[in-house]
């Protein structure tokens, strides 16, 4: 009886699951090696199996654009949280309960900005109309530059991460007990060391947790990427929509699109496994 209720009360979510997500990655699977013919839109329907849609991958061209996206969004990701974890540590052990609210209300303002707010004014404000040309002869480089473009995106992207993190990061902070730090303290530490060897490695989980939202995150980034890349630095997720938007290759499009899930889980999976077996127990 109690197994009964629990399938009745399961299966409107499994239902969900299937038809939203199930059914369209096997029929963007099934697209994926398909025989794509060009000046058609997508794959005929008894188009022949084929697996050159991800052999095509494997080429330079498509392996850089993979890379860029990955080592970008590590960049991003690092430094969000080397930003994000001292803004949580600090509406954590806030005192007055005002100033724990006001940084709350800042980073979920943050949180719901549209993404399209963000990207241009980090447009304007890097760009020519903004400090732009002062940054960039400081930093020694033309405004063109894949340097310079790689470096705007990843501005961008802190404006999405830093809150997403720090408002992560906020319940575990609070779990820790301020009584470890002193005990350190007390024993001699200074209060840069108790803080690096004890409210450090007690809020890794929080620092795994909050990296890994940041990074599957900037995986999946689109409209950041598109606008600031200046069709010089682009995401997989940009060549994804050229493929079904632009082109009306849906094979290539499809493959790209697995490819990029699988190496996400795959990530997420690794560091997952590897951090369970460090605390796991």
């Not at 080592?71 to 949580?88: F, K, T």
Request: glycine share 6%; with cysteine; aromatic share 12%.
């Amino acid at each position: 009886m109690k197994i009964g209720r629990t399938a009745a009360l399961l299966l409107p979510a499994v239902l969900t699951f299937v038809l939203l997500l199930a059914v369209p990655l096997l029929l963007v699977a099934n697209d994926s090696v398909r025989l794509f013919e060009p000046g058609r839109v997508g794959a005929a329907n008894n188009a022949p199996f084929t697996w050159q849609n991800y052999a095509d991958l494997l080429s330079p061209a498509y392996l850089r654009y993979f890379a860029d996206t990955f080592r970008i969004g590590l960049i991003a990701s690092v430094v969000a949280l080397v930003i994000a974890y001292p803004i949580a540590y600090r509406i954590s052990h806030a005192q007055r309960r005002y100033v724990r609210r006001n940084w709350l209300i800042l980073l979920v303002t943050m949180l719901f900005l549209s993404i399209l707010v963000r990207v241009y004014s980090v447009d304007l404000a890097f760009g020519p109309a903004g400090f732009g040309r002062q940054l960039s002869r400081f930093l020694g480089v033309s405004m063109s530059s894949e340097f310079y473009i790689e470096f705007t995106i990843i501005v961008a992207l802190l404006h999405c991460l830093i809150p997403i993190a720090g408002l992560s990061m906020v319940a575990p902070l609070q779990a820790l007990n301020p009584r470890l730090v002193e005990a350190a303290q007390t024993l001699g530490a200074v209060a840069w060391k108790a803080h690096a060897t004890v409210t450090l490695p007690l809020s890794a989980r929080a620092l795994l947790a909050a990296f890994m939202l940041c990074f599957t995150f900037c995986l999946s980034a689109f409209v950041i990427p598109m606008v600031l890349g200046k069709g010089k630095v682009l995401f997989v997720s940009n060549l994804i929509y050229s493929r079904f938007g632009e082109i009306g290759d849906y094979p290539s499009g499809a493959a790209l699109s697995l490819v990029l899930l699988f190496l996400s889980l795959g990530i997420v999976y690794a560091i997952t496994a590897v951090t369970h077996r460090r605390w796991g127990r």
